[in-house]
């Protein structure tokens, strides 16, 4: 796992656009047109930048999976960060879908432990390179990494044929939400 220099957005993007185009919840915040698939694109854009400035975005050694990690202790509101909100709402999400994510993240966020965590917002692998290990070991350096800073890792999920993944690998689910869609919140032990 190496940690990912600006110059690795676009594979990172790519990943994560490949990675995360039939996502629930991803669908979820985005308009749905016929720029739906740039709009995702959009989006892992402004994931990566906000991980790469209030967390890290890290990729495996052979560049076919990554990781967008925030620490939310260590989240402020900057010029640079309003910039990057008021870009997203204007090329993905939208006014009326904009409110609607601000909701789901306050009722996330409600629930959210009161320590120190590390948030694992998106982990993706490119889809023709899933299932052969990529993902498992780039999640096991991030459980290691956090066990190792006393952090847990949370992290939601709207894809249920994750879950066995998710919990063979030592996360339990703590909560779930409904948005239309059944959103699991998950925490490492």
Not at 32 to 56: Q, T
């Amino acid at each position: 796992m190496t940690k990912a220099s600006y110059s690795d957005r676009k594979t990172v993007v790519s990943i994560l656009t490949a990675s995360f185009a039939d996502n629930k919840s991803v669908n979820y915040i985005i308009k749905l047109d016929n720029k739906r698939k740039h709009r995702i694109s959009k989006l892992m854009e402004y994931s990566f930048d906000y991980c790469y400035w209030f967390g890290e975005v890290l990729l495996s050694d052979d560049k076919k999976a990554c990781a967008l990690i925030i620490y939310p202790d260590k989240k402020k509101t900057t010029f640079r960060s309003i910039g990057a909100d008021i870009k997203l709402i204007t090329s993905c999400t939208g006014l009326s879908n904009a409110k609607k994510a601000m909701q789901r993240e306050a009722t996330i966020k409600k629930i959210h432990p009161h320590q120190p965590f590390t948030y694992l917002w998106f982990i993706g692998v490119i889809p023709s390179e899933q299932n052969k290990g990529a993902g498992t070991a780039l999640l096991k350096q991030i459980l290691e990494k956090s066990k190792t800073e006393g952090r847990p890792v949370i992290l939601e999920t709207s894809t249920e044929r994750n879950l066995p993944w998710y919990l063979k690998h030592g996360f339990k689910i703590y909560k779930e939400l409904d948005f239309g869609y059944k959103l699991f919140c998950m925490k490492s032990l």
